[in-house]
């Protein structure tokens, strides 16, 4: 049976959305205490699901800022997930506001990358935007981010990711203190994260996505707006900075970008690029696509495709 198990820091000073979700959830659905308990807080389980199980976790702390106690507890209890979802709050300097993110986790400079299923990305990108959608959320946008790791920040070394062993996934509202705390955008994260798996069933295109912008709008739209059969679904995007600073211009990097498909569940069937990546870079992933037998698209001709299929 498919697990799923949700995250939440409770303490509203260390995270100012966690809380908010919870509160919706407990609205949107009945939850029912397990014998397990973390923090001192009882692990959640959700009611009346017929084919999957949804596990809700407490803590006192964000679960990335002390991957050393958390990762060998979730491993203990929920080794057997399918993901484990840290519903949370995104910031920064040039993010933007009123947004919905699902970000997987990796750290690039160290070629650590957790393991992913696209179809639960895919998912719950399509979940979150149908219930923004449907709540009539209309100046929020909803994205899939670039593949990182926030431990990095909390002074740990980016291989440490991989203590845990289910697919870590960080869900999001962001990026200021107004949309951390609107109501509306709590009940539509909630609303999605029930809906995980209503996708799991549906062939996929898997694809690795290169370069662009942390939040890749051309990206996003692949997913969202897919119209091919199967359709595209997209787990680990590696950002153009983050590929500078890592030197994945380098020959010696393809074992790196190796380590991240194989952290793909089922492998990939496609590459897209950013169209802007340098090529140097883009010859790198020419040598893994070529390593793997699968194509490289651009992000133009991807883009072009979908508005062609919109007409």
Same mark, same amino acid.
């Given at each position: 049976?498919?697990?799923?198990?949700?995250?939440?820091?409770?303490?509203?000073?260390?995270?100012?959305?966690?809380?908010?979700?919870?509160?919706?959830?407990?609205?949107?659905?009945?939850?029912?205490?397990?014998?397990?308990?973390?923090?001192?807080?009882?692990?959640?389980?959700?009611?009346?699901?017929?084919?999957?199980?949804?596990?809700?976790?407490?803590?006192?702390?964000?679960?990335?800022?002390?991957?050393?106690?958390?990762?060998?507890?979730?491993?203990?209890?929920?080794?057997?997930?399918?993901?484990?979802?840290?519903?949370?709050?995104?910031?920064?300097?040039?993010?933007?506001?009123?947004?919905?993110?699902?970000?997987?986790?990796?750290?690039?400079?160290?070629?650590?990358?957790?393991?992913?299923?696209?179809?639960?990305?895919?998912?719950?990108?399509?979940?979150?935007?149908?219930?923004?959608?449907?709540?009539?959320?209309?100046?929020?946008?909803?994205?899939?981010?670039?593949? +990182? $790791?926030?431990?990095?920040?909390?002074? #740990?070394?980016?291989? !440490?990711?991989? @203590? %845990? /062993?289910?697919?870590?996934?960080? =869900?999001?509202?962001?990026?200021?203190?107004?949309?951390?705390?609107?109501?509306?955008?709590?009940?539509?994260?909630?609303?999605?994260?029930?809906?995980?798996?209503?996708?799991?069933?549906?062939?996929?295109?898997?694809?690795?996505?290169?370069?662009?912008?942390?939040?890749?709008?051309?990206?996003?739209?692949?997913?969202?707006?897919?119209?091919?059969?199967?359709?595209?679904?997209?787990?680990?995007?590696?950002?153009? +900075? $983050?590929?500078?600073?890592?030197?994945? #211009?380098?020959?010696? !990097?393809?074992? @790196? %970008? /190796?380590?991240?498909?194989?952290? =793909?569940?089922?492998?990939?069937?496609?590459?897209?690029?950013?169209?802007?990546?340098?090529?140097?870079?883009?010859?790198?992933?020419?040598?893994?696509?070529?390593?793997?037998?699968?194509?490289?698209?651009?992000?133009?001709?991807?883009?072009?495709?979908?508005?062609?299929?919109?007409?």
């Amino acid at each position: 049976m498919r697990h799923a198990v949700f995250v939440f820091c409770v303490d509203h000073e260390r995270d100012p959305v966690a809380g908010h979700v919870l509160d919706a959830l407990k609205t949107e659905c009945t939850l029912v205490r397990t014998g397990l308990e973390l923090d001192g807080h009882s692990v959640l389980a959700v009611t009346g699901l017929h084919d999957a199980r949804i596990s809700i976790v407490l803590t006192n702390e964000v679960v990335s800022n002390d991957y050393s106690r958390y990762a060998p507890i979730l491993n203990e209890r929920f080794g057997d997930a399918n993901v484990v979802g840290i519903v949370n709050w995104h910031e920064g300097a040039n993010a933007p506001n009123a947004i919905f993110s699902v970000q997987t986790t990796g750290d690039l400079a160290t070629g650590t990358f957790s393991a992913v299923d696209p179809r639960i990305t895919r998912g719950l990108l399509l979940a979150i935007e149908a219930e923004r959608v449907t709540s009539g959320l209309d100046d929020y946008r909803t994205y899939l981010e670039a593949t +990182h $790791w926030s431990g990095v920040k909390a002074g #740990d070394a980016g291989t !440490r990711l991989a @203590d %845990l /062993r289910p697919s870590a996934i960080d =869900i999001e509202i962001g990026s200021s203190p107004a949309d951390w705390t609107n109501s509306l955008a709590a009940r539509v994260l909630a609303r999605g994260l029930l809906r995980t798996f209503d996708r799991m069933d549906e062939s996929v295109n898997s694809v690795l996505c290169i370069g662009g912008v942390h939040f890749e709008p051309s990206f996003t739209s692949a997913i969202l707006q897919s119209r091919d059969e199967p359709p595209i679904a997209a787990s680990h995007v590696l950002p153009n +900075h $983050w590929l500078v600073s890592g030197g994945y #211009d380098q020959e010696s !990097r393809v074992v @790196d %970008l /190796r380590a991240c498909v194989r952290s =793909i569940v089922g492998g990939i069937q496609g590459i897209v690029y950013h169209d802007k990546l340098k090529a140097p870079f883009k010859g790198v992933a020419r040598l893994l696509a070529e390593e793997l037998g699968v194509p490289m698209l651009s992000h133009k001709k991807l883009r072009a495709a979908l508005s062609k299929d919109i007409e």
